[in-house]
Nanobody, 117 residues
Framework: QVQLVESGGGVVQAGGSLRLSCAASGSIFSISALGWYRQAPGKQRESVATISTFGRTDYADSVKGRFTISRDNAKKTLYLQMNSLNAGDTAVYFC???????????WGQGTQVTVSS
């Protein structure tokens, strides 16, 4: 069983930065793909950034050059460094762990990010 706990959300002014963290339990962290997703009010959940077991990263066009995803397998923690935040980044951010071989897909409870203009 895997539990994911996000932290680091909050209220920040436009142009500011936040760093989200996602701490995982269990033993499959290092062999799983990880990602950050977000859901704004009235909108569908969307992918923000993903990172493979090999460290390959992929970003939504809207955050390229501003956000950086990283993982620390020893600490079983996923990070999202968010810079140059704007109002469009306001959403609940969710951490995701996916292990296709094992047929497992887990979500965290989410952390609110609010960017004030």
């Amino acid at each position: 069983q895997v539990q994911l706990v996000e932290s680091g959300g909050g209220v920040v002014q436009a142009g500011g930065s936040l760093r989200l963290s996602c701490a995982a339990s269990g033993s499959i962290f290092s062999i799983s793909a990880l990602g950050w997703y977000r859901q704004a009010p009235g909108k569908q959940r969307e992918s923000v950034a993903t990172i493979s077991t090999f460290g390959r990263t992929d970003y939504a066009d809207s955050v390229k050059g501003r956000f950086t995803i990283s993982r620390d397998n020893a600490k079983k923690t996923l990070y999202l460094q968010m810079n140059s935040l704007n109002a469009g980044d306001t959403a609940v951010y969710f951490c995701n762990l996916r292990n296709i071989a094992g047929g497992m897909n887990y979500w965290g409870q989410g952390t609110q990010v609010t960017v004030s203009s």
